[in-house]
Nanobody
Framework: QVHLVESGGGLVQTGGSLRLSCAAS????????MGWYRQAPEKARELVAT??????FTSDSVKGRFTISIDNTKNTVFLQMNNLKPEDTATYYC????????WGRGTQVTVSS
C-alpha cells in the first residue's frame, strides 16, 4: 500500500525559505514519477514541480526559487522553497504516479507580507 506523508510547512515571512518533505512508503521514489501540486483558497490546483526519469520540471511561477529533489536513502522527495512570496501561500500536496495517482494529505504553507 502506498502512503505519502508531507511535512515541513509552516508560517514564514516574505523572502524566507522552507523545505517540504514527502516521505513515501510502498513505492521507490527514484523509480516513480513524483511531484508537488499546490492549492490556494478559491484558486485552481497548480502543478509546482515534478521529478522522474526524464528529469525535473518547475512551473514558471516558481522557477529559480523552488527546487525538487530526491533522497534515495530516505525514500523522500523534497521541495526546497526559497525567496517565498505571499502568493506562494497554499496547501502543498505530494503525489506519485504509478499506474494511478497517489496523493498525500498536504501541508500548509503561509507566507506573510
Amino acid at each position: 500500500q502506498v502512503h505519502l506523508v508531507e511535512s515541513g510547512g509552516g508560517l514564514v515571512q516574505t523572502g524566507g525559505s522552507l523545505r517540504l518533505s514527502c516521505a513515501a512508503s510502498g513505492i521507490v521514489v527514484s523509480r516513480t514519477y513524483m511531484g508537488w501540486y499546490r492549492q490556494a483558497p478559491e484558486k485552481a490546483r497548480e502543478l509546482v514541480a515534478t521529478i522522474g526519469n526524464s528529469g525535473t520540471f518547475t512551473s514558471d511561477s516558481v522557477k529559480g526559487r523552488f527546487t525538487i529533489s530526491i533522497d534515495n536513502t530516505k525514500n523522500t522527495v523534497f521541495l526546497q522553497m526559497n525567496n517565498l512570496k505571499p502568493e506562494d501561500t497554499a496547501t502543498y500536496y505530494c503525489y506519485a504516479q504509478l499506474g494511478r495517482v497517489y496523493w498525500g494529505r498536504g501541508t500548509q504553507v503561509t507566507v506573510s507580507s
